[in-house]
């Protein structure tokens, strides 16, 4: 782990984060600046500043929990798709984005996009205890939900 890593404290439980999966090697997460309510986040606790640096099984526990999320956030918010992706934008530690898609542009778009010079900005960040409600909501289902394929 790395001492100044954000994803290596939160993993070491130095800063706090509500959690919704937590293993030897895997800790699942709210994004406190969601896209959508729900919206994961799935690290390892072993520092890979990059998703192709990890061991294949490692990704492949990663995937896995990400399925079990999406089939849990599908029956919970009523969406028909959940987006998956391993990114590294913002913190140079491994993880994964698991979001219920409301709309298309949740997560990606095929859709030309004509504007230049577009300007983002980082989602509002939601309120501590809207995070705690939403985490219990998952942890609970992640526990007591059937599932298929495991």
Same mark, same amino acid.
């Given at each position: 782990?790395?001492?100044?890593?954000?994803?290596?404290?939160?993993?070491?439980?130095?800063?706090?984060?509500?959690?919704?999966?937590?293993?030897?090697?895997?800790?699942?997460?709210?994004?406190?600046?969601?896209?959508?309510?729900?919206?994961?986040?799935?690290?390892?606790?072993?520092?890979? @500043?990059?998703?192709?640096?990890?061991? $294949?099984?490692? =990704?492949?526990?990663?995937?896995?929990? *990400? /399925?079990?999320? %999406?089939?849990?956030?599908?029956?919970?918010?009523?969406?028909?798709?959940?987006?998956?992706?391993?990114?590294?934008?913002?913190?140079?530690?491994?993880?994964?984005?698991?979001?219920?898609?409301?709309?298309?542009?949740?997560?990606?778009?095929?859709?030309?996009?004509?504007?230049?010079?577009?300007?983002?900005?980082? @989602?509002?960040?939601?309120?501590?205890? $809207?995070?705690? =409600?939403?985490?219990?909501?998952?942890? *609970? /289902?992640?526990? %007591?939900?059937?599932?298929?394929?495991?």
């Amino acid at each position: 782990m790395s001492d100044n890593c954000l994803f290596c404290r939160i993993a070491r439980h130095e800063i706090p984060a509500h959690v919704v999966h937590e293993d030897d090697r895997l800790l699942a997460f709210l994004d406190i600046h969601p896209v959508r309510a729900g919206h994961t986040l799935i690290i390892p606790k072993q520092h890979y @500043p990059y998703y192709e640096d990890m061991p $294949a099984d490692l =990704a492949a526990s990663i995937v896995n929990l *990400g /399925q079990r999320l %999406g089939r849990q956030m599908k029956r919970l918010y009523g969406v028909e798709r959940v987006g998956f992706a391993f990114t590294g934008i913002h913190v140079a530690h491994a993880h994964a984005h698991v979001i219920p898609m409301h709309h298309p542009q949740d997560v990606t778009s095929t859709q030309y996009i004509e504007q230049q010079d577009l300007t983002f900005k980082m @989602p509002p960040q939601s309120p501590p205890e $809207a995070l705690a =409600a939403t985490a219990a909501q998952l942890r *609970g /289902q992640l526990r %007591g939900g059937p599932e298929r394929g495991e």
